[in-house]
Nanobody, 114 residues
C-alpha cells in the first residue's frame, strides 16, 4: 500500500492550500483516511479524518478553517486549508486505515509566513 501526498508549500498568513493524498496498491476497504501534522518540537497531532461513510472529525485548532473530503472511486483524499496561520506550519502526514492496518505517507511541508 502506498500513500502519495502532495500540495504542500509556502503561503502567507490568511492564504489557502489544498493537500491531496492518493492511496494505491490495495484492494481492501479504506476504513479511514486522514491528516496529521507535526511541527518542530511538538508531538504529532490530528488535523482531520474522514471515514468510508463520509463522517468527518477535525482537530480543535482547525475547525471552521479546514475541510477534508474524499473521492471514493479515485481512493483520493483532499484537505482544503483556508485562513492559514503561522501556527499551521508543520509537516503534514497522510494516514489511512485499510483493511484494518494503518499506513502513513511520506509527509508534505506546509509553511505559513506571517
Amino acid at each position: 500500500v502506498q500513500l502519495q501526498a502532495s500540495g504542500g508549500g509556502l503561503v502567507q498568513a490568511g492564504g489557502s492550500l489544498r493537500l491531496s493524498c492518493a492511496a494505491s496498491g490495495h484492494n481492501k476497504l479504506i476504513n479511514f483516511m486522514g491528516w496529521y501534522r507535526q511541527a518542530v518540537g511538538k508531538q504529532r497531532e490530528l488535523v482531520a479524518l474522514v471515514s468510508n461513510q463520509g463522517s468527518t472529525t477535525y482537530g480543535d485548532s482547525v475547525k471552521g478553517r479546514f475541510t477534508i473530503s474524499k473521492v471514493i472511486v479515485r481512493n483520493t483524499m483532499y484537505l482544503q486549508m483556508n485562513s492559514l496561520e503561522p501556527e499551521d506550519t508543520a509537516v503534514y502526514y497522510c494516514n489511512a486505515m485499510i483493511g484494518g492496518a494503518t499506513y502513513w505517507g511520506q509527509g508534505t511541508l506546509v509553511t505559513v509566513s506571517s
